[in-house]
């Protein structure tokens, strides 16, 4: 069985990466069940595998850390959601894409839990929302912002990091980077598109949407 556990307050990015490593390390060795990790961070950047520095383009606004995840520059904050992930993907199919498929799925089943259609794009990580709300680009597409990001790693066929998906964070504060290297579209949250959606609204649609996609 998942264990799922929720921390209260905000958690420190080293404390996160050091309950994690330990976690990961003892799923691997059968010490341990597999674990869903609920937290809110400080408002920090962190830096991705694929990180391009001219991305970061405040770097003393707060603190920076560099991750072992995958993806580029990524903010967490009070009010977003983040979830991270460990479970044992060796036995779940050694599937890497299909792993990143059903957490792009699980994502969108939550939002779905608030009537909101979130949606997935060719090339553009994360989870993203059309704004009918705001005018047409000038291309004449709707605009597309981004309400859910994607990050992980494995080890020994464990994952750890995970997602995070916007509930109620400053947009304000993404602006000291290029989040995700990506300039073209923006960032938007749950709030942000007028549903007075909360931290724990967000866990119970999680916790409830889990099972369909991952079977338990």
């Given at each position: 069985?998942?264990?799922?556990?929720?921390?209260?307050?905000?958690?420190?990015?080293?404390?996160?990466?050091?309950?994690?490593?330990?976690?990961?390390?003892?799923?691997?060795?059968?010490?341990?069940?597999?674990?869903?990790?609920?937290?809110?961070?400080?408002?920090?950047?962190?830096?991705?595998?694929?990180?391009?520095?001219?991305?970061?383009?405040?770097?003393?606004?707060?603190?920076?850390?560099?991750?072992?995840?995958?993806?580029?520059?990524?903010?967490?904050?009070?009010?977003?959601?983040?979830?991270?992930?460990?479970?044992?993907?060796?036995?779940?199919?050694?599937?890497?894409?299909?792993?990143?498929?059903?957490?792009?799925?699980?994502?969108?089943?939550?939002?779905?839990?608030?009537?909101?259609?979130?949606?997935?794009r060719a090339g553009r990580?994360?989870?993203?929302?059309?704004?009918?709300?705001?005018?047409?680009?000038?291309?004449?597409?709707?605009?597309?912002?981004?309400?859910?990001?994607?990050?992980?790693r494995l080890r020994k066929?464990?994952?750890?990091?995970?997602?995070?998906?916007?509930?109620?964070?400053?947009?304000?504060?993404?602006?000291?980077?290029?989040?995700?290297?990506?300039?073209?579209?923006?960032?938007?949250?749950?709030?942000?598109?007028?549903?007075?959606?909360?931290?724990?609204?967000?866990?119970?649609?999680?916790?409830?949407?889990?099972?369909?996609?991952?079977?338990?």
């Amino acid at each position: 069985m998942v264990e799922w556990i929720t921390s209260t307050g905000l958690t420190g990015y080293d404390d996160a990466v050091a309950f994690m490593e330990a976690r990961v390390a003892a799923i691997s060795a059968g010490e341990a069940s597999e674990a869903i990790w609920l937290v809110e961070h400080p408002p920090l950047y962190t830096a991705g595998t694929s990180a391009n520095s001219d991305d970061l383009t405040d770097p003393e606004r707060f603190p920076v850390y560099d991750s072992k995840r995958g993806g580029q520059y990524t903010y967490h904050g009070p009010g977003q959601r983040v979830v991270y992930i460990m479970l044992d993907v060796g036995k779940r199919g050694k599937d890497v894409r299909q792993f990143v498929r059903q957490l792009e799925e699980w994502v969108i089943a939550t939002l779905d839990e608030f009537n909101v259609t979130g949606e997935v794009r060719a090339g553009r990580v994360g989870v993203w929302v059309e704004r009918d709300d705001k005018p047409l680009t000038v291309t004449g597409q709707r605009p597309e912002d981004k309400i859910a990001a994607i990050g992980i790693r494995l080890r020994k066929w464990v994952s750890f990091h995970g997602i995070s998906i916007n509930v109620e964070p400053d947009l304000e504060h993404f602006s000291g980077i290029v989040p995700c290297g990506i300039s073209e579209h923006g960032v938007t949250s749950l709030v942000d598109l007028g549903l007075p959606v909360t931290i724990g609204d967000v866990d119970v649609a999680l916790q409830r949407r889990f099972a369909e996609v991952f079977g338990n």
